[in-house]
């Protein structure tokens, strides 16, 4: 069975840092492309950030660009969001997902539960 | 950069068929894939690629897109349908690349 399982969330004041991780079970990770979504509270879905499966690959939204750095741990099954300088606008349930890309464009297949990150003083 | 619109909310009443527009320039032209999310729940793919269903989505769920306009149809709708359904494209010529639609609120009356 496939398994994506955020940790990391919790209460940060304005302008702190938090890491979070996504443990991988079921699968190849090593081999898949990954990728953080966000969701506001009472929000829709927006896309954060991506990292290839080797992580050579990296890309980011405009809003955390220079602000959150995703990276792998493919002998660790694990993805990592690395996220500064938060902000109010930043909280949010975080989830991980995989990516597939198997006819030239990516979706998510997989996902997490998610994992909550409250930015407040 | 690339942006799907999407009708806030939609209501059906159960047995009937709903729809579900997602609206972008000539998204006819990309695959375009749909998220079910349940109330406090993750998100879960009901069609790819347009039209594919993964495995253990009911047929019930089908997709199109033409011109502007890609549709999601739910057949037959019930309770357990009840839910926020997006669209998503990936756009190589977009930034960011994934983008999502703004959500439907699908309420079964």
């Known amino acids: 069975e496939i398994q994506l399982v955020e940790s990391g969330g919790g209460l940060v004041q304005p302008g702190g840092s938090l890491r979070l991780s996504c443990a991988a079970s079921?699968?190849?990770?090593?081999?898949?492309?990954m990728t953080w979504v966000r969701q506001a509270p009472g929000k829709g879905l927006e896309w954060v950030s991506y990292?290839?499966?080797?992580?050579?690959?990296?890309y980011y939204a405009d809003s955390v660009q220079g602000r959150f750095t995703i990276s792998r741990d493919n002998a660790k099954n694990s993805l990592y969001l690395q996220m500064n300088s938060l902000r109010a606008e930043d909280t949010a349930v975080y989830y991980c997902?995989?990516?597939?890309?198997?006819?030239?464009?990516?979706?998510?297949?997989?996902w997490g539960q998610g994992t909550l990150v409250t930015v407040s003083s | 950069s690339y942006v799907l619109a999407q009708p806030p909310s939609v209501s059906v009443s159960p047995g009937k068929t709903a729809r579900i527009t997602c609206e972008g320039d000539?998204?006819?032209?990309?695959?375009v894939h749909w998220y079910q999310q349940r109330p406090g729940q993750a998100p879960v793919v009901v069609v790819y690629d347009d039209t594919d269903r993964p495995s253990g989505i009911p047929e019930r769920f089908s997709g199109s897109n033409s011109g502007n306009t890609a549709t999601l149809t739910i057949g037959r709708v019930e309770a357990g349908d009840e839910a926020d359904y997006y669209c998503?494209?990936?756009?190589?010529?977009?930034?960011?690349?994934?983008?999502f639609g703004g959500g439907t609120k699908l309420t079964v009356l």
């Open positions: 000539s998204i006819g032209i990309k695959r």
């Open positions: 079921g699968f190849s990770f090593s081999t898949f492309e």
């Open positions: 990292i290839s499966s080797g992580g050579s690959v990296v």
């Open positions: 998503q494209v990936w756009d190589s010529y977009s930034d960011p690349y994934w983008v």
């Open positions: 997902a995989r990516d597939w890309n198997g006819s030239g464009t990516y979706y998510m297949d997989y």
